[in-house]
């Protein structure tokens, strides 16, 4: 039992000399904030950045909050992810990913529209984006997350298309719902639509990339892929539905 008592006694007392030990050196001029080094993907203003993590210059990086940090961070508007790392001597780096347009969507007023569903505002600076037509969000806000079927349809084509063929989903123009069961997506730069169920599988996204690569993708022309492994073509005048 005396043994125990003292190996306890010794551990504490190792244990306490340590800490005394990472406070010293901790305070070292060597290790206080100089700078704060940020990567985004979006404009951010880097004063402002700062003052809301809450990181203090002149103060040892070991003693810098970096979970509040990322946490106060991730809460402004438009944050997807955020994540703050302690330099090797006098620097924290700052990574914040921002939501960025995919798809236009309407609502009171055209929107943007983020892979996460984040819907966005727009302004002379947004990219020429494929837009979704045939519903309207009205409910929709900015920086709020948009929860709806057809949404989450449109990114999940999107995404898939993106993955797939990053050149053929440049080409998308427009996605189109056509009542409960049905979209048309256009591309540009002809308008070459295409007829997809909604419950759309992975071999229609083959097929869509194929058609792509044979140049089929041309012209005034529609393809309708709801037949199974049968493509079927027709003329926009004769109408495709």
Do not use: H, W
């Amino acid at each position: 039992m005396l043994k125990f008592f003292i190996k306890l006694v010794v551990l504490i007392v190792a244990v306490g000399a340590g800490r005394f030990a990472f406070e010293k050196v901790a305070d070292l001029q060597l290790f206080a904030l100089e700078e704060v080094k940020i990567n985004s993907n979006g404009y951010f203003d880097p004063d402002t950045l700062v003052a809301l993590s809450g990181l203090e210059k002149g103060k040892s990086i070991f003693k810098q909050d970096i979970k509040f940090a990322a946490d106060m961070i991730s809460r402004q508007k438009g944050v997807v992810s955020c994540a703050v790392d302690r330099g090797i001597l006098s620097d924290i780096s700052v990574n914040v990913e921002f939501a960025e347009p995919s798809l236009l969507i309407n609502g009171d007023k055209v929107f943007g529209l983020s892979k996460e569903g984040i819907v966005l505002p727009v302004n002379d600076l947004t990219p020429d984006l494929p837009l979704v037509t045939g519903r309207k969000f009205k409910y929709a806000r900015c920086y709020e997350q948009i929860r709806d079927p057809d949404i989450a349809y449109a990114l999940d084509l999107y995404n898939a298309l993106n993955f797939r063929s990053p050149a053929l989903c440049r080409m998308l123009s427009e996605l189109n719902f056509k009542g409960k069961n049905l979209i048309m997506i256009y591309f540009s730069p002809d308008g070459t639509a295409v007829v997809l169920n909604k419950c759309y599988s992975e071999s229609d996204i083959y097929r869509l990339c194929t058609l792509k690569e044979s140049g089929m993708l041309e012209g005034r022309r529609v393809f309708d892929l709801r037949f199974g492994d049968i493509v079927v073509e027709s003329s926009m005048k004769r109408g495709t539905l």
